[in-house]
């Protein structure tokens, strides 16, 4: 009678363990790396270490040139931001966005973000981001986005 009792108190638990719905705590990292990464990373703080540490090496952002895909990797935009952060005439303040996580969208180790980028109220681009996970955590790996007219 013991031994029943103890399976279907294990089975239970196994249930009610598998009925949690799943990325919850993923959802909560994900959004850790986009701001740290990409928010504070990319725009606000121009921090080049915090890229680093959010985005995949083979990270690219991609957009359409004409017929063409065009392709800007993570190293280019990373010495960009370096190279502008040098310049004596840089503005940090001028580099200071309004970032906002629209939706996010996880499936298993694959998820999808939309984000909104503004700046003094008007809306500059709309991103999505591609993440995936990897054995050391989530990783930013792609991004596309639309730029809006001024």
Not at 30 to 47: Q, R, W
Request: proline share 3%; with cysteine.
């Amino acid at each position: 009678m013991r031994n029943r009792t103890s399976v279907i108190i294990v089975t239970v638990i196994v249930f009610l363990v598998s009925s949690v719905p799943a990325g919850a705590d993923d959802k909560t990292d994900i959004e850790t790396i986009i701001k740290a990464s990409y928010f504070n990373g990319a725009f606000n703080d121009l921090d080049t270490q915090a890229m680093r540490q959010g985005f995949h090496p083979e990270f690219a952002i991609f957009s359409a040139d004409g017929e063409d895909l065009s392709r800007y990797p993570i190293d280019a935009w990373i010495k960009g931001i370096e190279t502008r952060k040098q310049d004596p005439k840089h503005d940090s303040s001028k580099a200071k966005m309004d970032c906002k996580i629209v939706s996010l969208d996880v499936t298993g180790g694959a998820a999808a973000a939309k984000i909104e980028i503004s700046k003094d109220g008007r809306l500059v681009y709309t991103d999505y981001l591609s993440l995936l996970k990897f054995s050391d955590g989530w990783k930013i790996a792609a991004k596309v986005y639309q730029a809006h007219q001024k």
